[in-house]
Each structure stands twice: as C-alpha cells, then as structure tokens.
C-alpha cells in the first residue's frame, strides 16, 4: 500500500518560501489562506501556479475568482502564516493591506508580491493547479520565510560559497596576480566591504529587516529617542530610504512616533537585541584571529578616516 502520510514527509525535504494567496468573493469579502505550493510557469507570458485542496473552505471563492494576489512572506512574518492558516471568521483582522487589482489584498512588508489574473484551472487529483498571469508586481528584497521538514526556516548563506572571495588568492590571503592594487588601501576596504556583504548581510536580513530598518532600530536602542533629522544623521543613509524604514518599523510596531520624535518600543528593543547579538558574534568570529592590539589600531585607523 502506498504510504500517504510517508509521502507527505517526504515532500517535507524540499525546501519552499510560504505564501498567503488572497482573493475577493463576489460580494466583495476578502478571503486568504496560506499555501507553500507556489511556483514559476512561464516568463512569457509571466504566468505562476499554485495549488488548492479541493475540500477548501475557500474553493468556490477561488473558483469565481477574476484575480488573486500571493503575498511571499518575509522571514519576520511567521506570525501572518499562522493568522492565514488556521480557521478564522476574520482572517484579517489587524493585518495591513490594501486591495490590490481586482480587490484582492496585498500584504504591506512581504518578500515580494504577484497580482494575477486567473489564466487556468488544471484538475489534479485531490487538488485544483490555479495558474495566474501575473499583471504586476513589486519586490522588497527581504529575506523570505521557508518551510523545510514541517517546520519554519529562514534563508541562509552557503558558508563555501559566503568564504569564496571573487579574485583568486594565494595561502597567505593576498592575491595572486600581484600588482599595485594589493597596497592599495581603498581596494583593500573594498574588498573588505565585500567579505561583510557576503557574510554578515545575509545573516542580518534574515531577521526580516531590510539594512536601513535594522542600522535605524540598533541606533535607536543606543539613544532612546531622536527627531527626524538626528536619525537621518545618526542612520548616514539617504533621508528617502529613512523615511521608508520609519514607516515599515512603525508598522509593524517596534518604533513609534510623537510630536516629530521617534521612540523604540518594547517590542523594538527585542529585535533589536537579536541584532546586536548576532553582530557581536559575527564581529568576534572574524576578528578572532588578530590580537586585542591589532583591532585598537585597526579601529583607531577607521575613526581616523571617518571624521
């Protein structure tokens, strides 16, 4: 006899992002679930795909649907999984959203976000294969949320792949085609710069938060409270990319702001702490091979050159 549930574990090993997929009913009620069957068809036209069990509450919805819209979740957002995932009169209760193109609701501060018309309905087995053309879309660039082995997951670097530099180097870490950019002190910091970005930054976005959220919550852990013009000074990002952070960390409830102060809530300094501990166990792995005296020259050198 074949084993469904064996089958279903099996599944479980392929790694996917999670989704919640919303539509409108005719009457207009906004209507989502979450789902982990999301995938690319066609790049043209842009067509995706995902699955229904036919016994789903949410069947007929689907089925007289126009449009839908999948939300791919951000690794910060388990919380939206659960919410869409188990029975609920309003599953949308607290959530932000806006309606999208044919009224279905778009999520603020996923991953990214496709809105499609209905193209087909493929009967399969004990599932119905909804294919959309996607109409538009939008990408934030956040770490998604995974699913692996019946169990949340973020996104990580592959460590051989994060430790491989993009020039060749000789065992004693300078390069080895040799030449004036190996004293180069500019190239030497860029190439630093790029070692971080390949390990740290992935790390760091699979809190959820994007650099300019996370550098502004960490920042307003150490001050408490700062107006508009101190963050953009204490942050050292363009004032347009603050001013989307502020409202993304406000929305989801780890800053707030009153009389033009910005303040980090309970909340916030949680998040906050998790960031700082992982950049304190990121910075100890990799200055852990240079001596106490070392990293003061070293830290003393970059002051010099910032101010």
């Known amino acids: 006899m074949f084993d469904s549930q064996a ?3 099996a599944l479980g090993n392929f790694a996917t992002g999670i989704t919640v997929i919303t539509t409108t009913t005719p009457e207009g009620e906004n209507v989502g679930l979450t789902a982990n069957s999301f995938n690319s ?25 126009s449009h839908f819209a999948v939300n791919i979740l ?23 959203f806006r309606a999208g ?32 053309k996607v109409e538009q879309f939008e ?15 973020i996104v990580m670097p592959y460590s051989r792949l994060a430790a491989e530099s993009s020039e060749p180097t000789a065992p004693n870490g300078e390069s080895k085609i040799p030449g004036r950019l190996d004293t180069n002190l500019y190239y030497l910091m860029l190439q ?5 970005q390949a390990d740290y930054l992935p790390l760091q976005m699979s809190s959820g ?28 990002m363009p004032e347009q990319d603050v001013r989307l952070a502020v409202e993304v960390l406000e929305r989801k409830g780890l800053i707030s702001e009153e009389n033009g102060i910005y303040s980090i809530s309970v909340q916030g300094h949680e998040k906050s702490d998790s960031l700082w501990h992982l950049a304190s166990e990121e910075q100890d792995r990799v200055f852990a ?18 101010n």
Request: with cysteine; glycine share 6%; aromatic share 8%.
């Open 289 to 306: 091979k240079f001596s106490d005296e070392e990293i003061a020259t070293f830290s003393k050198v970059l002051k010099g050159l910032i």
């Open 139 to 153: 990408a934030e660039g956040r770490a998604p949320l995974c699913y692996h082995q019946g169990g949340y997951s």
């Open 41 to 65: 068809v066609s790049l043209d036209p842009p067509l995706i795909l995902w699955s229904l069990d036919k016994r789903s509450n949410n069947l007929d919805a689907f089925n007289q649907a």
């Open 7 to 9: 089958f279903r574990r």
């Open 74 to 96: 951000a690794a910060d957002q388990m919380d939206l999984s659960n919410q869409f995932a188990r029975p609920s009169d309003d599953k949308f209760a607290g959530v932000n």
């Open 209 to 236: 938060l994007q650099t300019s959220e996370a550098r502004m919550l960490m920042i307003l852990t150490e001050h408490q409270s700062l107006d508009a013009k101190q963050l953009v000074d204490a942050v050292a």
């Open 192 to 196: 630093a710069m790029r070692s971080y």
């Open 101 to 132: 193109i044919g009224g279905a609701a778009v999520l603020a501060d996923c991953a990214a976000v496709f809105e499609c018309s209905v193209h087909q309905f493929v009967d399969a087995g004990d599932h119905i294969i909804l294919i959309g």
